[in-house]
Nanobody, 115 residues
């Protein structure tokens, strides 16, 4: 079972930046894909970005050009660099790992974009 621990959330002004981290309990190359999702109260969880084992990347249209997903293989950690943040990016951000058809979630980290 993969355990995930997110960190890096906080309060930031519009136009600012934050970097989220997601540390996995297993070798990252044993995981088929790592994803970031976000959720606002009362709304469905929304997919944000994915990095596959192959290194392929993809982003939701709402964050394309502003967010960057990356990984540090030595640290078994995936990052989400968020730039040009907008108030509508405010949400709880969750890390997700897909391994052999199973999905695992972190506890989430709050990101608030407000002046």
């Amino acid at each position: 079972q993969v355990q995930l621990v997110e960190s890096g959330g906080g309060l930031v002004q519009p136009g600012g930046s934050l970097r989220l981290s997601c540390a996995a309990s297993e070798n990252i190359f044993s995981i088929d894909a790592m994803r970031w999702f976000r959720q606002v109260p009362g709304k469905e969880r929304e997919w944000v970005a994915v990095i596959a084992k192959s290194g392929d990347l993809n982003y939701a249209d709402s964050v394309k050009g502003r967010f960057t997903i990356s990984r540090d293989n030595a640290k078994n950690t995936v990052y989400l660099q968020m730039n040009s943040l907008k108030p509508e990016d405010t949400a709880v951000y969750y890390c997700n790992a897909e391994q052999r058809g199973r999905f695992y979630w972190g506890q989430g980290t709050q990101v608030t974009v407000s002046s």
